[in-house]
């Protein structure tokens, strides 16, 4: 876990576990979004959701409408990504002003 985290600090690209399969993933900074976009061969037009452990941390990079924690409330972790305004426009690849946020529920990609 400890390389994982490294990695990831340094601009790396990292597999994290999810409910379902596996993901690739980077933290949201232009030189590690590089290399993701390279790593999945991804069209720099198709925006990547974004995964936090906590609509608390969601709530740093995005509005979290009270409505929206309710609906996210009535599903089990991780089944929904939403799509919520940035509090100030993001990279592109990120969505810009409309990012799409998911809250995992795998407790190594939470941590």
């Known amino acids: 876990m400890r390389d994982a985290v490294e990695c990831a600090l ?22 590690a979004l590089d290399g993701l976009y390279e790593l999945k061969q991804r069209p720099a037009d198709m925006p990547v959701s974004i995964g936090v452990a906590s609509l608390e941390q969601a709530a740093a990079l995005v509005e ?28 592109a690849r990120l969505g810009g002003d409309n990012v799409a946020i998911r809250v995992v529920a795998h407790p190594v990609a939470k941590e």
Request: include cysteine; charged fraction near 20%.
């Open 10 to 31: 340094s601009g790396g690209c990292i597999v994290y576990p999810t409910t379902t399969q596996p993901a690739l993933g980077c933290l949201p900074e232009p030189a």
């Open 64 to 91: 979290v409408p009270d409505d929206v924690r309710d609906l996210l409330a009535a599903f089990p972790e991780g089944s929904l990504t939403v799509v919520l305004r940035a509090h100030e426009t993001l990279d």
